[in-house]
């Protein structure tokens, strides 16, 4: 090859891979996404600005997944003026979700996406397909809770018809309606996973609600329905190879919650519950990790139940960030501290002893007795 002819060569070379990079760059600016189809396991996580959304997509940042961050928070758009104060400088969107996810060795894509409409979800979820080509977990976080004048604890026939739609609005609604336009995309992945790859996992944010009165009536049957979902979906989709649960993380210590016990709110609002002894929103995140790690036939033959993020903890080993592992709210070692020995003390207006404190079993309360009424002065 003579010079000119190799000069002329690695032109060609240049400009090919130059008009290949404007491509791409076309491509990306345009909004066209391209699958990627890589190995990474892909996960969106909706309500993923803050809180235990947040703790679960970093969480699954930091075990190597593909997380899409989905909620309204937004470096894009003014911030929702009916959010839960937090600590100010703190920056809660779907943009720093991502990057930490980034940060902690995964890949993080935010999506601005206001969930209270119904076509925004399935154009976000399409989008996640089209390049992907792969949903391996759906976590569905994003709840609405009334600010203002309206408290959560009251009787329902004194609070406002509102209280149903702000609580079962994002918290139900918008539920269903991200399983509905995920499932096919998730069955899809099942069919083409590969053989020793988990199943693709639905995991919908729960409360112990769901089992036993909290706050009020909308709420517990938000709640409840959740877990409903998570039943009945996996009747449908455990046949297709798609696993659903209902997690349930205890008293979590979210940006709001801590923010509350700063503004001195936080007693009255939870019952007087020990938010310093809380779960953090890792812990969560941790949970889903370890659920979604499970081989097919463990994951299909859970699919469908609750499952505790602090019992979950004790089976699989792991612990809060804190290296803690809390107990869970219906274990004994929970219940008695935070609601029978304070009882016991002011009745006698003596102190329990340390060694009756420190000396607790953590036994379970069956589901059964658990699922109860609310305390007489609630």
């Given at each position: 090859?003579?010079?000119?002819?190799?000069?002329?060569?690695?032109?060609?070379?240049?400009?090919?891979?130059?008009?290949?990079?404007?491509?791409?760059?076309?491509?990306a600016?345009?909004?066209?996404l391209?699958?990627?189809?890589?190995?990474?396991?892909?996960?969106?996580?909706?309500?993923?600005?803050?809180?235990?959304?947040?703790?679960?997509?970093?969480?699954?940042g930091?075990?190597?997944?593909?997380?899409?961050?989905?909620?309204?928070?937004?470096?894009?758009?003014?911030?929702?003026?009916?959010?839960?104060?937090?600590?100010?400088?703190?920056d809660?969107?779907?943009?720093?979700?991502?990057?930490?996810?980034?940060?902690?060795?995964?890949?993080?894509?935010?999506?601005?996406?206001?969930?209270?409409?119904?076509?925004?979800?399935?154009?976000a979820?399409?989008?996640?397909?089209?390049?992907?080509?792969?949903?391996?977990?759906?976590?569905?976080?994003?709840?609405?809770?009334p600010?203002?004048?309206?408290?959560?604890?009251?009787?329902?026939?004194?609070?406002?018809l509102?209280?149903?739609?702000?609580i079962n609005?994002?918290?139900?609604?918008?539920?269903?309606?991200?399983c509905?336009?995920?499932?096919?995309?998730?069955?899809?992945?099942?069919k083409?996973?590969a053989?020793?790859?988990?199943?693709?996992?639905?995991?919908?944010?729960?409360?112990?609600?769901?089992k036993?009165y909290?706050?009020?009536?909308?709420?517990?049957?938000?709640?409840?329905?959740?877990?409903?979902?998570?039943?009945?979906m996996?009747?449908q989709?455990?046949?297709?190879?798609v696993?659903?649960?209902?997690?349930?993380?205890?008293?979590?210590?979210?940006?709001?919650?801590?923010q509350?016990?700063?503004?001195?709110?936080?007693?009255?609002?939870?019952?007087?519950?020990?938010?310093?002894?809380?779960?953090?929103?890792?812990?969560?995140?941790?949970?889903?990790?370890?659920?979604?790690?499970?081989?097919?036939?463990?994951?299909m033959?859970?699919?469908?139940?609750?499952?505790?993020?602090?019992?979950?903890?004790?089976?699989?080993?792991?612990?809060?960030s804190?290296?803690?592992?809390?107990?869970?709210?219906?274990s004994?070692?929970?219940?008695?501290?935070?609601?029978?020995?304070?009882?016991?003390?002011?009745?006698?207006g003596?102190?329990?002893?340390?060694?009756?404190?420190?000396?607790?079993?953590?036994?379970?309360?069956?589901?059964?007795?658990?699922?109860?009424g609310?305390p007489?002065?609630d």
């Open positions: 090859m003579t010079m000119r002819s190799t000069c002329m060569f690695a032109i060609y070379i240049f400009v090919s891979a130059c008009d290949f990079i404007e491509r791409c760059r076309a491509i600016s345009s909004g066209r391209v699958a990627s189809m890589s190995t990474a396991r892909v996960a969106v996580v909706t309500g993923a600005s803050r809180g235990i959304g947040r703790g679960i997509a970093t969480e699954l930091s075990a190597g997944y593909t997380v899409y961050t989905i909620g309204r928070s937004s470096r894009q758009a003014s911030l929702p003026k009916d959010q839960r104060p937090v600590s100010q400088g703190l809660l969107t779907v943009e720093s979700a991502a990057e930490e996810v980034t940060a902690r060795g995964g890949i993080g894509y935010a999506i601005p996406c206001d969930l209270t409409q119904d076509s925004e979800i399935s154009d979820l399409e989008k996640v397909f089209e390049r992907e080509g792969r949903l391996d977990i759906l976590v569905c976080s994003a709840y609405s809770t600010s203002g004048k309206d408290s959560l604890r009251g009787e329902f026939w004194e609070q406002r509102e209280m149903w739609d702000v609005g994002v918290g139900l609604r918008q539920v269903y309606a991200t509905r336009s995920a499932a096919p995309m998730m069955i899809e992945t099942a083409t996973k053989e020793n790859d988990p199943p693709p996992l639905i995991c919908l944010v729960s409360s112990f609600g769901g036993s909290t706050f009020n009536v909308a709420y517990g049957v938000g709640k409840a329905a959740i877990d409903r979902l998570a039943v009945d996996s009747y989709l455990k046949k297709r190879g696993a659903t649960t209902s997690l349930y993380p205890g008293v979590v210590q979210t940006e709001a919650n801590l509350m016990v700063e503004d001195g709110t936080w007693d009255e609002a939870s019952g007087g519950l020990d938010l310093s002894t809380g779960e953090t929103p890792a812990f969560s995140g941790r949970a889903v990790v370890k659920l979604a790690e499970l081989d097919e036939e463990t994951m033959s859970r699919s469908g139940k609750v499952e505790v993020v602090a019992e979950l903890a004790k089976e699989f080993g792991f612990t809060d804190n290296g803690k592992v809390p107990p869970s709210i219906r004994l070692r929970y219940l008695l501290p935070n609601f029978v020995f304070p009882s016991i003390e002011r009745e006698s003596k102190a329990l002893p340390n060694w009756v404190k420190e000396n607790i079993p953590d036994v379970l309360l069956p589901w059964s007795v658990f699922s109860s609310p007489e002065n």
